[in-house]
């Protein structure tokens, strides 16, 4: 294996320290080197993943070094996709409402302009009477 990582949730209690890396070299394990941002951020480069693992709060989490964005893990995905659909639920109940209030409205209408209809009749009917 040419270069693997262990990251210990309890902050170093199983290996040390919460995150090590380590890479073949010359048929040997040597650790890599950690470094910490101006955030304090810890996070070790892998040349082989070509990606930063990071200590943030306890988790592990993973940025791209070029562009210093973060990748999602699965938590973070279901949290979007729950917010997701709430807003999805939320415009779909507003939806429905605007809906029923537009055939309310229409059927209003429709009485309305019946109820012109019958008094314009009446009217042609008195007229035509006199």
């Given at each position: 294996v040419?270069?693997?990582?262990?990251?210990d949730?309890t902050?170093?209690?199983?290996?040390?320290?919460?995150l090590?890396?380590?890479r073949?070299?010359?048929?040997?394990?040597?650790?890599?080197?950690?470094?910490?941002?101006?955030?304090?951020?810890?996070f070790?480069?892998?040349?082989?993943?070509n990606?930063?693992?990071?200590?943030?709060?306890?988790?592990?989490?993973f940025?791209?070094p070029d562009?210093?964005?973060y990748?999602?893990?699965?938590?973070e995905?279901?949290?979007?996709?729950?917010?997701?659909?709430?807003?999805?639920?939320?415009?779909?109940?507003?939806?429905?409402?605007?809906?029923?209030?537009?055939?309310?409205?229409e059927?209003?209408?429709?009485?309305?302009?019946?109820?012109?209809?019958?008094?314009?009749?009446?009217?042609?009917?008195s007229?035509?009477?006199?």
């Amino acid at each position: 294996v040419p270069e693997y990582w262990r990251f210990d949730p309890t902050g170093g209690e199983h290996y040390g320290k919460p995150l090590v890396g380590e890479r073949l070299l010359d048929g040997e394990y040597q650790p890599f080197n950690l470094n910490a941002n101006s955030d304090g951020l810890t996070f070790g480069y892998s040349p082989i993943l070509n990606i930063n693992l990071c200590l943030q709060e306890g988790r592990l989490t993973f940025q791209e070094p070029d562009t210093g964005r973060y990748l999602t893990n699965l938590e973070e995905t279901q949290d979007v996709q729950e917010t997701h659909q709430t807003t999805l639920a939320t415009q779909e109940a507003a939806l429905a409402a605007e809906q029923a209030a537009r055939r309310e409205t229409e059927r209003t209408l429709a009485q309305e302009r019946a109820r012109v209809r019958e008094l314009e009749e009446r009217l042609r009917r008195s007229n035509t009477s006199e």
